[in-house]
């Protein structure tokens, strides 16, 4: 069964009576509520309602502490800000200096590395008491006993021994592309 529909007049008042229970009614608007719910019965009750509903959550006036407390709340609240403003501050040149230092770095370093290519490193005492003896691993290529890298001269050198005893008509760049084959066999196409 629906609600009896409501006079306009209620209708028009209707959203005034949380307002009034909660106690933010402009005082012409308080004026008016106050006379319609004296004589309307369905209001009446609605409003009712609101001011039980508004009282459950109403908090209690505040205590002498909380008044200390939240009276310097703003000019406390601002300080911290400056403070933390001024620590963010201080760090702003000191952050621009190690980024300029850097920069300056990485342009004097930049022109060295890329001018000077880097050599493979000098054989290490521990191929040298192996005896530096070579064999080829499971590939084919040479590689010498104290570790599993390709060894360039022993590929080389293969290389050459094998294009000397195939036809002698290799030229010079024939025996790098063998020698590349034979020390990195999954990079030729």
Not at 71 to 86: E, G, K, V
Not at 130 to 144: K, L, R
């Amino acid at each position: 069964m629906t609600a009896p529909a409501r006079p306009p007049e209620c209708r028009a008042l209707a959203p005034l009576l949380a307002e009034q229970a909660s106690g933010a009614l402009a005082p012409d608007d308080a004026r008016r509520v106050e006379a319609h719910l004296a004589g309307c019965a369905a209001c009446r009750a609605e409003a009712d309602a609101y001011a039980e509903a508004f009282a459950l959550v109403r908090l209690p006036a505040p205590a002498e502490a909380e008044r200390a407390a939240l009276s310097d709340l703003p000019d406390r609240t601002l300080a911290a800000l400056r403070r933390a403003d001024a620590r963010r501050a201080a760090w702003r040149p000191v952050a621009a200096g190690v980024f300029a230092a850097a920069a300056a770095a990485a342009i004097i370093l930049a022109p060295a590395a890329l001018l000077h290519p880097r050599h493979a490193p000098p054989a290490t005492p521990a191929a040298a008491t192996s005896g530096g003896a070579t064999s080829n691993d499971a590939s084919g290529a040479a590689t010498t006993g104290s570790d599993s890298e390709p060894d360039a001269e022993a590929a080389w050198d293969d290389a050459t021994a094998e294009d000397d005893s195939a036809d002698g008509s290799g030229t010079e760049g024939d025996l790098a592309l063998a020698a590349f084959d034979a020390a990195h066999p999954g990079d030729s196409e």
